[in-house]
């Protein structure tokens, strides 16, 4: 068979070890998960009600527009519903826009290291990535800009940056968006939107309404708990939906998962709590790293990279042993670090027990 060159040599998306697997091969009774950046606080009990009252039928086909869930997330994003397109989680819609834009002919830039998917997609378009390095955690926008020429059809732009936790400040961003070509389509990534506190972070959403060429994705596997039922929504000119529309596979966003969506959006409070433990949980992670001489950067997302200046596969095994499951960061780019999921205050004091014990080892 005939296949496209660049996928013989292409990994697939590697995720992290599942618990199951885990338990099984360390004779493990309990695990904890801290590798995939999910909400530890599981999700709000509104979306659980709607869920158990919901007289879906499996027979039928969802509904391939999203009617209510989109309404109701126009209302809450005061946009307009042929503003937003919806896609079987945020990868998707990355997806989507990498077929909808990429070819053999074109290029795409983005930052290095970030995340993996805008390059993947990238690869299987047969499209040209240009990888500009972080500069201290962060994007180098001036090298990115220089990057873009004619050829370049996409910028994917992660804030806050997956693995780092950095983020973009308003005055930088908008300084970046004003030199962008209008050839050139923006991604701005903010898959950890909610969890941000920074008070020079910017207002994606009213971004939109000036750059016609910028297109914003957020997501429900983080904050909202609903990473399992994979829903994912961008922001951006109407033009821009409708030009992408066509790529979006029907019916991508199954029926729960629109259920579950609209009822987490009822929820603000649920939100707003979540944000505030993830705040703590950071708090601990700091004392623990200053305390320890462990460079980190500091988060706007609900994770941390640590730098142990040593082997990241170590660091893992170790913790595995202990019953942590955490990503280790050279997968991502950083080879002696590790990401760690801020938990619940109890899982966070135990997955950095036993990172104590591994620095006494060391």
Same mark, same amino acid.
């Given at each position: 068979?005939? *296949?496209?060159? !660049? ?21 493990? $009774? ?13 999700? /709000? ?5 709607? #869920?158990?009252? /919901? ?20 209302? &809450?994003?005061?946009?307009?519903? $042929?503003?937003? #397109? ?61 990057? #873009? ?6 910028? *994917? ?13 308003? &005055? ?17 990534? $903010? ?20 750059? %016609? ?41 199954? %029926? ?16 707003? !709590? ?16 200053? %305390? ?11 994770? #941390? ?11 893992? !095994? ?18 002696? %670090? ?8 109890? !899982? ?15």
């Amino acid at each position: 068979m005939r *296949w496209k060159e !660049q996928l013989l040599t292409l990994t697939p998306y590697q995720p992290g070890k599942s618990i199951d697997e885990v338990k099984k091969q360390f004779n493990l $009774e309990s695990i904890v998960k801290l590798a995939s950046n999910e909400n530890p606080f599981g999700c /709000s009990e509104k979306v659980l009600s709607a #869920i158990q009252m /919901s007289r879906q039928s499996f027979a039928l086909y969802p509904d391939g527009y999203a009617t209510n869930l989109r309404e109701t997330l126009a209302t &809450s994003l005061n946009v307009t519903p $042929e503003e937003l #397109i919806f896609g079987n989680g945020s990868d998707n819609i990355i997806q989507i826009i990498s077929r909808a834009l990429l070819t053999v002919d074109s290029n795409t830039v983005m930052a290095t290291p970030t995340f993996s998917q805008y390059r993947h997609n990238a690869i299987i378009e047969g499209a040209e990535s240009k990888e500009i390095p972080l500069i201290d955690g962060e994007h180098d926008l001036e090298g990115m800009l220089s990057a #873009i020429d004619e050829k370049t059809n996409i910028v *994917w732009v992660c804030s806050p940056n997956n693995p780092t936790g950095t983020y973009i400040s308003k &005055s930088k961003l908008i300084e970046f968006l004003d030199k962008v070509p209008a050839h050139v389509l923006v991604v701005l990534d $903010e898959a950890y939107y909610e969890y941000v506190v920074a008070d020079d972070y910017y207002d994606s959403v009213s971004l939109t309404r000036t750059y %016609s060429n910028l297109i914003v994705l957020r997501t429900f596997s983080k904050i909202y708990g609903l990473a399992s039922l994979r829903v994912g929504y961008g922001i951006g000119h109407p033009s821009i939906i409708r030009a992408l529309d066509p790529a979006r596979e029907p019916f991508n966003l199954n %029926s729960f998962a629109q259920l579950a969506a609209q009822a987490a959006l009822e929820d603000k409070e649920f939100v707003q !709590q979540t944000k505030q433990k993830n705040r703590d949980g950071l708090g601990q992670f700091y004392e623990f790293c200053n %305390s320890n001489k462990l460079f980190y950067y500091p988060s706007q997302g609900n994770f #941390i990279l640590i730098d142990f200046e040593v082997d990241a596969d170590q660091v893992c !095994q170790f913790l595995i042993e202990k019953g942590f499951i955490v990503r280790s960061g050279k997968a991502l780019g950083f080879p002696t %670090s590790i990401r760690v999921t801020v938990g619940s205050t109890e !899982q966070n004091e135990g997955v950095l027990k036993a990172i104590r014990e591994f620095l006494t080892r060391k």
